[in-house]
């Protein structure tokens, strides 16, 4: 819940509205909080702002609900398949 309290914090509305550096890096500060904060890091410790540079690449959709009568059946082989599915798609992203 804490994850989907910070994310929703995040708006592209609130950049496009005034697209200042400002807003950018504190967008950039709450992603970078949630992130830290799911791998178990030090999220009090702040990052450095300075130039940068970002790629960021989205992946293929991975349906859940398709998933649903193989869940129905064996419900924990079902979970490990797709966890593993998510981490060979979120790996096969990284440049």
Excluded: H
């Amino acid at each position: 819940m804490r994850v989907v309290e910070r994310v929703t914090a995040v708006t592209g509305k609130y950049v496009r509205e005034k697209p200042t550096a400002e807003r950018f890096g504190e967008t950039l500060l709450i992603l970078w909080k949630v992130v830290t904060w799911i791998k178990g890091g030090n999220a009090s410790k702040r990052p450095y702002l300075g130039k940068q540079r970002v790629q960021m690449r989205v992946g293929e959709t991975i349906s859940v609900s398709d998933r649903y009568p193989d869940y129905k059946s064996n419900r924990r082989q079902a979970v490990d398949r797709l966890t593993q599915d998510l981490q060979t798609a979120l790996e096969s992203l990284i440049v």
